[in-house]
């Protein structure tokens, strides 16, 4: 069968990716675009990319509009998804790249975003380790998911299967991230700039202020963690429009060796295909990942510092939101997991 | 008097920079540049921003070509100076911008460089702490300095203070740095070809393989550092020419309080021009600091970390090379120590 | 069928945008990829971002290794394919990404080129007016084929329609072209150093010695050019890996409208999926093109200059180089034109 | 004597630069720094790389606040000067670096900005040929000064000595420049968003509407044009924060030979410091520029084609705009004309 879908926030970054990879998807048909100050217009005013969706124009978001699709993307500010989801009952699978379905501690919602908490749905990090089983158990057949934030994803992905395995402790981590701006979105704030941002590298967030810390520590308290979890995080934004490299250092626990740390992720993604540890002495680089759904990882064991270093490249609206988005689809709807969905970057 | 200057390496980026603002400095003439294969060709053939130098001739890079100047400037690859200051007996001051004189350490020197191992110089970092005075103090009259490798000394001067204060614990640092290429020199290698940095983050040395490691430990040693120093150090190579901001992080060592550590940095750097601690909320940007011989430091205390982190911005090439060599050249002459030397970046 | 395929030159930039397109493609099977100083090294180690394709090994490139296929790919540096293209006689489609086959004339060969000359094959740009036909009439059923310079098609699909229908003069032409990097291939040449195009503008070639200036002309020539070509031709490199915008202007010919004038090129791409021209006060960015096979033209009649001014994006890599050869490919073999390309770019 | 200086604008870009460059010259004070929006912060929140003028906060712009002041640098968006100009007459020297008062023609105002007129004051490009003099001469003593568009004067200084000597034809000019997103200034629009602009050339003010055009052709024909001036100029966004590269083409007159076109420009800027010819087969790029007050040129003479090709290379903030305003002030005052400029640019 050919499912309908809706796409929200389609004039802005994420949704304009969800809508690239959805285009070549052969069991969707893009129904319906919308937007909010954007409504009335072409869609591909707005993304001249997508050329082979200069037939639809963009419509005001509203639950009526979404309404009557089986599939809905919400690609909408954090803290706007909320009023839309408890009307979109009748829609057989609502993806919500927003935070606002993401968090299960109302706690954790009240202190790094505010306002109207909302239930957690299925999280879409298909590859995470949660327990024993992975995340994409949990994804099959589910009907509303809450796609990941990209900068959480990516260092938990980085460290999951260390803690799960018990061989890094996470009361003593450290992720610092190279960021490109596109995962700030179309926001209009002086500090986005071309000017600014070209010829920069620009901290953000420093401190533990930054909202996608509480998300990595649920990710990784399911992949197993006790106690406490600790982790300092800080986001640098450098000039590359897309791309996230995450360098994540926890530290050794016990007198494990190399080779069962090494093994601990290599158990963790052996299998997978848009997860890939890369062969020893190996690092990844955002350029091979760009457009891709996939992350590629570096491990290293520093004896002298007793620490695990851990190096992520993903493509932020790809891997990072928009292509996690779709491989949660199509594993929820029962689909080849990877429909729609390269492997393969476009580098250089 | 005016002091007269060769530089060699003039071809290169390091070389570039010192010529660049010692064309500007009011009491040296620039006699005599020289270079390797580039030997007999016009200085401004490679390097064609210095339009004020174009009457100089590259002159090849011999112990005799050097000698009989009463400064000279060694911008040479790693290992390759010891066998220039050996001979350059009549020169009043040497100043090796490669790593030849660094290290105090010849266990240190075989384990990260090797080849023949070189006495330290007076080490070119003028803010440094070092126990109860300032590394400036140990740089009056020297004939013979040693500049810093970029890296080390963004890291050093960021966790100088702390360690010297004993309010971070020097065995649980972790440093990620983004870097501009123009730091790895104007090397043809393939990895630092524009079609591979452009759009993309690349992560090298990681793991503890990076030379600046044991320079950075030596820094820390004579600011005070007891027992280990344990530091995971990763350098990311990012689109942008210069700059490097270096992202550091080290756990709180009892129970100081915020103020308390903050002040740490504001004793050390509170009189300094060219080290300089924004305030409390603030980050740096390595877009200010670019052909400055400035650093700007930002600090958070992160207590659901339990970690302090500093982030600091300063461009490579001028305060990481030849702004700090410079800079120690003043003092050591008894010159004004920011002679020639601009605490204004250019920007955007 | 599956048509058995050679990549040749697999290690460089054209090769790499080859089999990007070719793993995709599901009438091809990807077989063999060689090299020249790389062979015996896994093809992934020089393109990693082609995931997919990681069980392959670089061979030598020999005419005995390329021999055998049903498709052979060349993509070599200028000047190289020839001593290959003699012996593939019993390769069915051998196509050529170098310039070796693509110009008629032996003068301008020796002129811009020089070395051995050869015959030209059919032209790997479908959509080029050629007189009353297009160019893909002459590609159905070619066995070998010529991809075209990135450079030289870009200007050629801009003014054929103008030239072919009498309205601009093609005695009075002007190119700009801001080009990113990876059109230059992987050479390790010090002007190609990140440092050196980072933040900057870099013009080459002026003058008129650019080599695909007779190119261009003789395309010109094909849509139906009378009298003197004369074509001012400048790129200039850019701070961006892929992408090509030429700004192209000439001067208009008698009294005809603007009306006529649009109607030129939308007489020769109305019909088109892979050029397209833009409606009317819209101009293209090379963003919207990455990695797609798509050509975005804009185009303005500037009265008080008297000129025709056509800005094109396309990406290098693929419309102008991997893509177009594929699409010529697609064409020869009777498949469906836009198998394996894509028509959207990835954007931002 | 030491003159009083006020800058309103000081918040954006050519506000930033004038001060940067201000701060290091020892005739004036900067004793007022003005803006809009920011009135009431610190000018360093705003820029943050002018280290050394921490203690400097930012008024409003009002008239009252900027009179009282020898000197005062108007860096206001275009048609926001007038109203401050008239009020300004106890000010001994004014300088508008915004267009109301660059253009002599009521007319050329009126099609390409619209709004009140106000006259023309002494235009601030002192190298351009003026007939048989240079703007220079018309500088000496001024108290009015209008400060060029970047785009305009890189372009008039590129073909001015050739109109004036007669060697090209000004009815047929092309110039296609490649421009950073700092000369837009610092506005809130979503096409200098830096996701927008990485790894993208986006064209502009394609077809003759760019408001340079007139101030153009008001300097040839200051210098010398007579009959038509045909101009097409297209500006091309490309990602580097500062710098314009112009290539300019005209055609050739009568049958002028290479050494007489080339001794135009000899003759026009041999003499000066801070507009520099390269020698033949030499063409500059922007990187070497940056932060200076020097424009570089390369030129070649294309027979083929018919034309003369002059590429100019400057920072369209610098030499563009402050460098400028700054020299014309040196030059007004009787101050060394050089003085607080530099000839060298930042680079790599």
């Known amino acids: 069968m050919t499912y309908s879908v ?5 004039s ?5 990716e969800l809508l690239r990879l959805l285009a070549d998807h052969p069991d969707v048909e893009i129904r319906t675009v919308t937007a ?7 869609l591909i005013a707005h993304q001249p990319h997508l050329r ?5 124009t963009l419509q ?9 699709h ?14 839309y989801t408890d009307a979109l009952t009748d829609v057989k699978l609502v ?3 927003g935070a606002d379905h993401r968090l299960t501690g109302k706690d954790d919602w009240d202190a790094f975003y505010g306002g109207d908490f909302h239930e957690a749905w299925s999280y879409g990090v298909p590859e995470l380790p949660v327990g024993a089983k992975k995340q994409r158990d949990l ?16 260092v938990s992905l980085s460290l999951a299967p260390g803690v799960a395995a018990g061989v890094i402790d996470p009361s003593d981590i450290v992720s610092v991230l190279a960021v490109g701006p596109s995962g700030a979105g179309k926001s209009l704030k002086p500090n986005l700039l071309a000017s600014e941002i070209l010829g920069s590298a620009n901290p953000y967030a420093v401190g533990g202020s930054h909202r996608h810390i509480p998300e990595i520590s649920q990710a990784l308290r399911a992949a197993g963690a006790t106690g406490d979890i600790r982790l300092s995080f800080t986001p640098v934004l450098v000039p590359m429009a897309r791309g996230i490299l995450a360098t994540s250092t926890a530290r050794i626990v016990g007198d494990v060796t190399d080779a069962q740390i090494r093994a601990a992720w290599e158990d963790a993604y052996g299998d997978e295909t848009f997860v890939q540890l890369l062969p020893e002495g190996q690092m990844p680089r955002t350029a091979d990942v760009i457009g891709a759904n996939t992350a590629l990882m570096g491990l290293a064991v520093d004896r002298a510092a007793g620490r695990v270093v851990v190096v992520t490249a993903l493509d932020n609206l790809t891997k990072g939101t928009a292509g996690a988005a779709i491989q949660s689809m199509n594993i929820a709807l029962g689909l080849p997991e990877g429909r729609a969905l390269s492997v393969n970057g476009v580098a250089p």
């Open 139 to 154: 994804l099959v057949g589910a009907d509303r998911i809450a796609a990941p934030g990209c900068n959480a994803s990516t």
């Open 6 to 10: 809706a796409v929200s926030g389609a």
């Open 52 to 56: 082979s969706l200069a037939h639809l």
């Open 12 to 16: 802005g970054y994420a949704g304009g």
């Open 70 to 83: 089986d599939i809905v993307f919400l690609a909408l500010p954090h803290g706007q998804s909320g009023q």
């Open 60 to 68: 005001e978001t509203t639950p009526e509009i979404l309404s009557g």
């Open 36 to 42: 909010h100050s954007n409504a009335g217009q072409p």
């Open 95 to 97: 993806i919500d790249c």
